[in-house]
T-cell receptor, first 113, second 115 residues
Framework: GAGVSQSPSNKVTEKGKDVELRCDPI?????LYWYRQSLGQGLEFLIY????????KSGLPSDRFSAERTGGSVSTLTIQRTQQEDSAVYLC???????????FGNGTRLTVT | AQSVTQLGSHVSVSEGALVLLRCNYS??????LFWYVQYPNQGLQLLLK??????LVKGINGFEAEFKKSETSFHLTKPSAHMSDAAEYFC?????????????FGGGTRLMVKP
Protein backbone atom coordinates (compact mmCIF):
# COMPACT_ATOMS: atom_id res chain seq x y z
CA GLY A 1 0.00 0.00 0.00
CA ALA A 2 1.41 3.30 -1.05
CA GLY A 3 -0.87 5.77 0.70
CA VAL A 4 -2.14 6.76 4.12
CA SER A 5 -4.82 4.35 5.24
CA GLN A 6 -7.64 5.26 7.61
CA SER A 7 -10.26 3.05 9.18
CA PRO A 8 -13.15 2.87 9.41
CA SER A 9 -14.18 4.94 6.43
CA ASN A 10 -17.53 5.63 8.06
CA LYS A 11 -18.61 5.45 11.69
CA VAL A 12 -22.04 6.09 13.13
CA THR A 13 -22.24 6.22 16.90
CA GLU A 14 -24.69 7.25 19.56
CA LYS A 15 -24.13 10.34 21.63
CA GLY A 16 -22.13 9.53 24.73
CA LYS A 17 -20.26 6.56 23.28
CA ASP A 18 -16.49 6.42 22.79
CA VAL A 19 -14.97 5.97 19.33
CA GLU A 20 -11.51 5.10 18.04
CA LEU A 21 -10.26 6.15 14.64
CA ARG A 22 -7.16 4.54 13.15
CA CYS A 23 -4.47 5.86 10.84
CA ASP A 24 -1.71 3.92 9.11
CA PRO A 25 0.80 6.41 7.72
CA ILE A 26 3.06 5.87 4.76
CA UNK A 27 5.97 3.64 5.76
CA UNK A 28 8.98 5.67 6.78
CA UNK A 29 7.08 8.91 7.35
CA UNK A 30 8.08 10.32 10.70
CA UNK A 31 5.48 13.05 10.97
CA LEU A 32 1.78 12.33 11.45
CA TYR A 33 -1.09 14.81 11.71
CA TRP A 34 -4.77 14.65 12.51
CA TYR A 35 -7.17 17.22 11.08
CA ARG A 36 -10.92 17.61 11.39
CA GLN A 37 -13.05 18.77 8.49
CA SER A 38 -16.48 20.07 9.41
CA LEU A 39 -19.12 21.79 7.33
CA GLY A 40 -18.62 25.49 7.72
CA GLN A 41 -15.41 25.06 9.71
CA GLY A 42 -12.91 24.11 7.05
CA LEU A 43 -9.90 22.04 8.02
CA GLU A 44 -8.93 22.23 11.67
CA PHE A 45 -5.58 21.01 13.02
CA LEU A 46 -5.92 18.62 15.94
CA ILE A 47 -2.61 17.01 16.85
CA TYR A 48 0.89 16.40 15.46
CA UNK A 49 3.39 13.62 16.10
CA UNK A 50 7.04 13.84 15.06
CA UNK A 51 9.25 10.84 15.69
CA UNK A 52 9.69 10.18 19.41
CA UNK A 53 9.06 13.76 20.47
CA UNK A 54 6.15 14.74 22.65
CA UNK A 55 3.10 15.38 20.45
CA UNK A 56 1.77 18.85 19.80
CA LYS A 57 -1.77 18.66 21.17
CA SER A 58 -2.54 22.34 20.80
CA GLY A 59 -5.42 21.76 18.39
CA LEU A 60 -7.42 19.27 20.41
CA PRO A 61 -10.82 20.92 21.11
CA SER A 62 -11.45 19.36 24.50
CA ASP A 63 -10.13 16.78 26.95
CA ARG A 64 -12.51 14.26 25.44
CA PHE A 65 -10.09 14.01 22.53
CA SER A 66 -6.82 12.12 22.75
CA ALA A 67 -4.43 10.43 20.36
CA GLU A 68 -1.49 8.13 20.53
CA ARG A 69 1.04 6.82 18.11
CA THR A 70 2.51 3.43 18.85
CA GLY A 71 5.98 2.50 17.70
CA GLY A 72 6.23 5.63 15.61
CA SER A 73 3.78 4.25 13.09
CA VAL A 74 0.05 3.62 13.56
CA SER A 75 -1.96 6.30 15.30
CA THR A 76 -5.31 6.13 17.04
CA LEU A 77 -7.53 9.15 17.68
CA THR A 78 -9.98 8.54 20.52
CA ILE A 79 -13.06 10.62 21.23
CA GLN A 80 -14.75 9.92 24.56
CA ARG A 81 -18.39 10.63 25.33
CA THR A 82 -19.08 11.76 21.79
CA GLN A 83 -21.28 14.77 21.17
CA GLN A 84 -23.24 15.70 18.05
CA GLU A 85 -20.82 18.54 17.34
CA ASP A 86 -18.07 15.93 16.96
CA SER A 87 -19.67 14.84 13.68
CA ALA A 88 -17.11 15.55 10.97
CA VAL A 89 -14.58 13.94 8.66
CA TYR A 90 -11.36 13.16 10.49
CA LEU A 91 -8.34 13.26 8.21
CA CYS A 92 -4.93 11.82 8.92
CA UNK A 93 -1.80 12.90 7.07
CA UNK A 94 1.84 11.94 7.16
CA UNK A 95 5.03 13.43 5.79
CA UNK A 96 8.58 12.27 5.33
CA UNK A 97 10.34 15.22 6.89
CA UNK A 98 9.76 18.68 8.14
CA UNK A 99 9.26 20.54 4.88
CA UNK A 100 7.78 17.71 2.87
CA UNK A 101 4.20 17.95 1.69
CA UNK A 102 1.54 16.16 3.66
CA UNK A 103 -0.02 13.02 2.23
CA PHE A 104 -3.62 12.60 3.32
CA GLY A 105 -5.77 9.55 3.86
CA ASN A 106 -9.38 9.45 2.66
CA GLY A 107 -10.66 10.22 6.12
CA THR A 108 -13.17 8.75 8.54
CA ARG A 109 -16.65 10.22 8.40
CA LEU A 110 -18.00 10.27 11.95
CA THR A 111 -21.69 10.77 12.56
CA VAL A 112 -22.94 11.13 16.13
CA THR A 113 -26.67 10.56 16.47
CA ALA B 1 0.98 32.97 13.67
CA GLN B 2 -0.32 31.98 10.27
CA SER B 3 -3.62 32.37 8.50
CA VAL B 4 -5.05 31.83 5.05
CA THR B 5 -7.99 33.52 3.38
CA GLN B 6 -9.60 32.15 0.27
CA LEU B 7 -11.87 34.64 -1.41
CA GLY B 8 -15.02 33.00 -2.68
CA SER B 9 -16.30 29.79 -1.18
CA HIS B 10 -17.82 28.91 -4.55
CA VAL B 11 -16.51 29.67 -8.04
CA SER B 12 -18.31 28.69 -11.22
CA VAL B 13 -16.70 28.73 -14.66
CA SER B 14 -17.58 27.39 -18.07
CA GLU B 15 -15.64 24.53 -19.56
CA GLY B 16 -12.64 25.98 -21.41
CA ALA B 17 -12.62 29.21 -19.42
CA LEU B 18 -9.86 30.51 -17.19
CA VAL B 19 -9.83 29.25 -13.62
CA LEU B 20 -8.69 31.70 -10.93
CA LEU B 21 -8.91 30.75 -7.27
CA ARG B 22 -7.68 33.38 -4.85
CA CYS B 23 -5.55 32.85 -1.77
CA ASN B 24 -4.02 35.39 0.59
CA TYR B 25 -1.89 34.45 3.55
CA SER B 26 -0.26 35.89 6.59
CA UNK B 27 2.78 34.41 8.22
CA UNK B 28 5.32 35.60 10.77
CA UNK B 29 8.05 33.53 9.11
CA UNK B 30 8.91 32.91 5.44
CA UNK B 31 6.04 30.79 4.29
CA UNK B 32 5.74 27.52 2.50
CA LEU B 33 2.53 27.54 0.48
CA PHE B 34 0.46 24.72 -0.90
CA TRP B 35 -2.65 24.08 -2.93
CA TYR B 36 -4.57 20.88 -2.36
CA VAL B 37 -7.57 19.48 -4.23
CA GLN B 38 -10.29 17.33 -2.70
CA TYR B 39 -12.62 15.22 -4.82
CA PRO B 40 -15.85 13.94 -3.25
CA ASN B 41 -15.34 11.35 -0.51
CA GLN B 42 -11.59 11.49 -0.86
CA GLY B 43 -8.71 12.96 1.07
CA LEU B 44 -6.67 15.94 -0.03
CA GLN B 45 -4.27 15.60 -2.93
CA LEU B 46 -1.31 17.93 -3.40
CA LEU B 47 -1.59 20.11 -6.51
CA LEU B 48 1.54 22.19 -6.08
CA LYS B 49 3.81 23.76 -3.51
CA UNK B 50 5.97 26.86 -3.09
CA UNK B 51 9.08 26.43 -0.97
CA UNK B 52 11.08 29.61 -1.70
CA UNK B 53 12.46 28.60 -5.07
CA UNK B 54 10.78 29.87 -8.25
CA UNK B 55 7.83 32.17 -7.59
CA LEU B 56 5.79 30.64 -10.42
CA VAL B 57 5.01 27.09 -9.49
CA LYS B 58 3.59 24.52 -11.87
CA GLY B 59 1.54 21.64 -10.55
CA ILE B 60 -0.41 18.69 -11.74
CA ASN B 61 -3.40 18.79 -14.09
CA GLY B 62 -2.26 22.02 -15.74
CA PHE B 63 -2.58 24.18 -12.62
CA GLU B 64 -0.05 26.78 -11.59
CA ALA B 65 0.26 29.39 -8.87
CA GLU B 66 2.36 32.50 -8.43
CA PHE B 67 3.82 33.60 -5.12
CA LYS B 68 3.64 37.38 -4.76
CA LYS B 69 5.27 38.48 -1.54
CA SER B 70 4.24 42.12 -1.93
CA GLU B 71 0.60 41.09 -2.17
CA THR B 72 0.89 38.13 0.25
CA SER B 73 -0.94 36.13 -2.37
CA PHE B 74 -0.69 32.68 -3.89
CA HIS B 75 -3.54 32.51 -6.42
CA LEU B 76 -4.20 29.31 -8.34
CA THR B 77 -4.85 29.42 -12.07
CA LYS B 78 -5.53 27.15 -14.99
CA PRO B 79 -5.90 28.50 -18.53
CA SER B 80 -8.75 26.22 -19.58
CA ALA B 81 -11.15 24.49 -17.21
CA HIS B 82 -12.13 20.89 -17.69
CA MET B 83 -15.18 19.16 -16.29
CA SER B 84 -12.89 16.92 -14.24
CA ASP B 85 -11.55 19.99 -12.39
CA ALA B 86 -14.78 20.27 -10.43
CA ALA B 87 -13.71 19.77 -6.82
CA GLU B 88 -12.88 21.67 -3.65
CA TYR B 89 -9.56 23.47 -3.52
CA PHE B 90 -7.66 24.37 -0.39
CA CYS B 91 -4.80 26.80 0.00
CA UNK B 92 -2.49 26.17 2.96
CA UNK B 93 0.52 27.76 4.61
CA UNK B 94 3.21 26.38 6.87
CA UNK B 95 6.15 28.13 8.36
CA UNK B 96 8.32 25.73 10.27
CA UNK B 97 6.66 26.68 13.47
CA UNK B 98 6.48 24.57 16.57
CA UNK B 99 4.52 21.89 14.77
CA UNK B 100 6.91 21.01 12.00
CA UNK B 101 5.21 21.72 8.74
CA UNK B 102 1.78 21.82 10.29
CA UNK B 103 -0.50 23.33 7.67
CA UNK B 104 -2.98 26.07 8.29
CA PHE B 105 -5.74 25.81 5.71
CA GLY B 106 -8.04 28.31 4.13
CA GLY B 107 -11.76 27.68 4.16
CA GLY B 108 -11.72 26.11 0.72
CA THR B 109 -13.21 27.06 -2.64
CA ARG B 110 -15.62 24.78 -4.41
CA LEU B 111 -15.05 24.95 -8.15
CA MET B 112 -17.96 24.17 -10.41
CA VAL B 113 -17.45 23.71 -14.15
CA LYS B 114 -20.40 24.21 -16.46
CA PRO B 115 -20.56 22.44 -19.83
Amino acid sequence: GAGVSQSPSNKVTEKGKDVELRCDPISGHTALYWYRQSLGQGLEFLIYFQGNSAPDKSGLPSDRFSAERTGGSVSTLTIQRTQQEDSAVYLCASSLQTVSPLHFGNGTRLTVT
Amino acid sequence: AQSVTQLGSHVSVSEGALVLLRCNYSSSVPPYLFWYVQYPNQGLQLLLKYTSAATLVKGINGFEAEFKKSETSFHLTKPSAHMSDAAEYFCAVSGLGNAGNMLTFGGGTRLMVKP
